[in-house]
């Protein structure tokens, strides 16, 4: 938020302060067992007063759109945009005295609908791709990289909250629910309302999009108030998504040698084995601690929203991560989506994009301050630096919501998922653990 503020003041404003609202608590419970685990800003040693701030996209792109229409009024303003424009092609220009891979980039741009007559041509020494998860920018200029699918789909709305039958501590409180197929989480907006993601099953995703609105409330209210229900049973290799993690790119099988016995598949099979052999005695110290007595009963003591009604359409996609290699060519960097994609389930998305842009412009700023080659790769350069920096932390997220999503992909009386409900209630204990994970879960 502060870096925000401090490239778009208008974000402080009144106005649009008015549509950003703060979350003191955070709640994680499970629909398996009795486990939870409740975060409380007062016991934080940070001393914010909150957790985190959610504004509203619409919001947060207006007032950027409106800095960048401020910035760009005048005749000597220092910025120019193109809006709307397509990209047509986007190519590297020789220069005499420099390597042909080190050129200024050329882009051609095309209004929407326009002839090609209409085209205008921008000549840069530096490109910065933040075109999305399918970004034109990284397929034209052919950054590798690597992913896998979640086999999930996550359905996004916002909703309103019964104001009637909902405490006040709920519109402050982040919710997130493990159910058998996936988390379901809500984090609340200003005027009781509320936006969902709610990750699940491809199959179960498609149900819940064909419901009436009345009968998806109906099923949201049950997943958020149902009583937890020990009776599913799994295997422990039930929570081991062998195929999952072999489909990855990084292994490099095709389907056909998945199907044969491809060499990645030969390779999990030992760990597989291990896992299963070691199951036995993980499932017997996991139902020993998760009889134990509750150090805590926070379920009972937490309120939970009661929801009345959508505010908006209902929308789906599919769950992937997704890692680029390299996030620097010479004259091009990648942010954002463009660079990585991770799961939604901590809401960091959006909050590893902003620091990515922050970080890259601080090192352009120092580069031109220093009157060095804001483009170039060299040692110690601002796209070398900006990649050294940015690139660890993204994929350090990546994989470790990974790990949330095999541990918590774990149906609750498998030995994960007993481990996982026990473990919850050591945490909710361990209070200097519990507000370092609450800090990562923040993006501190």
């Known amino acids: 938020m502060e870096y925000l503020k401090s ?93 042909q891979s080190e050129g200024p980039l050329q882009a051609t741009l095309v209004p929407p609908g326009e002839a090609e007559e209409a085209a205008e041509v921008i000549t840069a020494r530096l490109v910065v791709a933040a075109d999305g998860a399918m970004s034109s920018v990284r397929r034209i200029f052919g950054f590798s990289g690597w992913g896998y699918g979640y086999n999930q789909r996550a359905i996004v709305c916002s909703l309103r909250v019964d104001e009637q039958a909902t405490a006040e501590k709920a519109m402050s409180t982040a919710y997130q629910r493990y159910l058998p197929t996936g988390p379901v989480a809500l984090l609340p907006l200003r005027e009781g309302h509320m936006s969902l993601v709610w990750s699940t099953t491809p199959s179960e995703a498609r149900r819940l999009q064909m419901c009436s609105d009345v009968e998806f409330i109906d099923e949201l209210n049950r997943a ?57 005695e993980v499932e017997s110290m996991a139902k020993t601690l998760a009889t134990a007595p509750q150090l805590s009963d926070d379920a009972a003591a937490m309120p939970l929203p009661v929801i009345a009604s959508l505010q908006s359409k209902r929308f789906s996609f599919d769950l992937k991560q997704e890692q680029a290699w390299r996030y620097a060519h010479a004259r091009l960097a990648l942010v954002g989506d463009a660079a990585h994609t991770i799961h939604p389930m901590a809401g960091q998305g959006l909050n590893l994009g902003i620091a990515d842009a922050e970080c890259l412009t601080r090192e352009i700023k120092r580069s031109v301050e220093s009157g060095a080659d804001i483009g170039t790769l060299a040692a110690d350069s601002a796209l070398i630096n900006y990649e050294r920096e940015r690139a660890p932390v993204a994929l350090g997220f990546g994989l470790g919501l990974g790990a949330l999503h095999l541990t918590y992909g774990a149906q609750g009386r498998s030995a994960l998922g007993l481990a996982r409900g026990a473990g919850m209630g050591v945490i909710d204990f361990l209070k200097p653990l519990k507000e370092r994970i609450a800090k990562i879960a923040m993006g501190s």
């Open 7 to 99: 490239i778009c003041p208008g974000i402080g404003d009144a106005r649009v302060a008015s549509r950003f609202h703060s979350y003191s608590y955070m709640h994680v419970w499970e629909s398996t067992s009795r486990a939870s685990l409740t975060f409380d800003a007062a016991e934080m040693s940070h001393g914010e007063g909150h957790l985190g701030v959610i504004g509203e996209n619409a919001v947060v792109q207006a007032a950027l759109f409106d800095r960048l229409q401020e910035l760009g009024s005048g005749s000597s303003a220092p910025l120019r945009m193109y809006i709307p424009r397509m990209l047509k092609s986007l190519e590297r220009l020789p220069v005499d005295g420099l390597p």
């Open 224 to 280: 958020l108030q149902a009583e937890p229900d020990g009776s599913l049973l799994s295997p422990l290799s039930a929570s081991i998504p062998v195929p999952f993690l072999y489909q990855s790119p990084l292994f490099g099988s095709s389907e056909a040698e998945q199907s044969s016995g491809s060499f990645a598949e030969t390779a999990l099979r030992g760990p597989q084995r291990l896992l299963q052999a070691i199951g036995a």
